[in-house]
């Protein structure tokens, strides 16, 4: 009784921290093998020890997250040709994950190693088309860099907090995409904010390149258009107003239906053959008959 009791308990924090998107997957055509991954709370100490490590203050709404659940994993995969396809992945890496960008530099490391910080020699960098009111994040001792998201090596979510003094504990932080030519782009100012957007777009292939001035790729923007055409279409709206063009119209409820094979009707031509036969006949006749000379 006190398992069934506890089993119903997580049911409803699962469904309060997917916010009911399991269903909505699962409704979706298609759409199969929908997992959540069950993870305990994250303990206090763990993220006392998190904070002391890396001299910054996790924000609220994250510390209260992984209060709740240490870390998130959400998949779902589509049925083409009877094979289960892995499409949509939305994760948070736990606190232990919750790693920085940049590893200290190792003893061992030759004294002139490129690193990363070596882009950071200009120092305006406004690079992301975030624009020039927006500061862009550094890849020195200014910023202070965690990785949120892989993205399947497609970029990668980190949790940003600039403007850092060695020794100082940094507080203020935001949410930034970091594509796969070491651009920034801004994405949320919380995590509250970023988590919504992840659970809007499905964890769609390379939906984070939408923040981008690129965009995603044309095969991400096919399943975008076909799982989520509301605010795929807005934001296709914002970034081309009129549209792109290349995108092929499909109907979710028409396209994982087998085709029926209709009959082709057969073509009469056996009258048209038949006069074209006596003429041909006819006219072979009359250049025959004639008064021999």
Not at 147 to 157: A, F, P, R, T
Request: glycine residues 6%; aromatic residues 10%.
């Amino acid at each position: 009784m006190d398992e069934t009791k506890e089993s119903f308990v997580f049911k409803g924090v699962a469904e309060r921290l997917t916010l009911g998107i399991t269903r909505l997957l699962e409704s979706m055509p298609g759409v199969v093998d929908v997992r959540f991954a069950e993870r305990e709370p994250a303990e206090k100490r763990s993220l006392l020890s998190w904070e002391q490590k890396n001299t910054c203050i996790l924000p609220e709404d994250l510390r209260d997250f992984y209060l709740t659940t240490d870390g998130f994993t959400l998949t779902w995969s589509v049925k083409l040709d009877n094979e289960c396809v892995p499409l949509g992945c939305m994760m948070i890496n736990s606190v232990a994950r919750l790693c920085p960008l940049l590893q200290p530099v190792s003893l061992f490391s030759l004294p002139n190693a490129p690193s990363l910080a070596d882009l950071d020699w200009e120092e305006n960098n406004t690079e992301g088309g975030t624009g020039p009111s927006l500061a862009t994040p550094h890849f020195d001792s200014r910023s202070r860099i965690f990785e949120l998201d892989s993205c399947g090596g497609n970029g990668k979510v980190c949790l940003v907090y600039k403007n850092c003094t060695p020794g100082v504990v940094a507080q203020q932080s935001e949410i930034w995409f970091l594509d796969r030519s070491l651009c920034w782009h801004f994405m949320t100012a919380t995590f509250t904010s970023y988590y919504r957007l992840m659970i809007t777009h499905l964890g769609l292939p390379e939906w984070q390149y939408a923040f981008t001035p690129y965009g995603p790729s044309p095969q991400a923007k096919q399943w975008a258009s076909l799982y989520q055409p509301l605010t795929f279409s807005s934001e296709l709206s914002l970034a081309d107003p009129a549209g792109d063009s290349h995108l092929n119209k499909l109907d979710p409820t028409k396209a994982f239906k087998g085709k029926a094979k209709t009959p082709i009707p057969k073509k009469k031509q056996s009258a048209q053959c038949s006069s074209g036969n006596t003429t041909k006949s006819q006219g072979s006749t009359g250049r025959h008959v004639g008064p021999k000379r």
